[in-house]
Structure formats: C-alpha cells, structure tokens
C-alpha cells in the first residue's frame, strides 16, 4: 500500500454519509434525552432539599422564646456568690 491509496483510504473515512447522519441525529436525541431526566431529577431533589429547609427553618422561627426556670443548683450558686453576680 502505498501513500496515495493510504491517502485516499483516509479521506473516504473522513466524508460523511447520510448514515453518519443519521446516527449523529439518533446519539443527540438520546443525549438530549438522558440530559433533560437528568435536570429533572436533580430539580426534584433540589426542591424537596428547599422544602425541607424551609419548614426546619419555619419551626425554628415560629417557636415562641420562653424562660427557662433556674434550676435549685443555679440558684444555690447565686446566692452563695453574692449580689455581685
């Protein structure tokens, strides 16, 4: 084989076909496919993700300051530690 054939060998594997076509067309529309589920999926565990936080955060706003009540050993170290304290 010598470099003309070999020459022309690669150019005919370097034109396209219908058919090269035809399998770009196929192989996009199942990318396009596969990619689209993808960003669905991802969008729908994003959003539960967001709910999730948003009701934690809701609960922890909403809930109402209280006091807590001094427990006997708090209020037996402040009065041994004076009015200073």
Known sequence: MDDHTLDDVF???RALTPEDDGA????LAGHRQRAAQRRTVRAGWMSAVLASAAV????????PDTTLPASAAYDAYRSAAGDGW
């Open 11 to 13: 150019a005919r594997a």
């Open 56 to 63: 934690v955060t809701g609960l922890l706003v909403s809930h």
């Open 24 to 27: 770009a067309a196929r192989f």
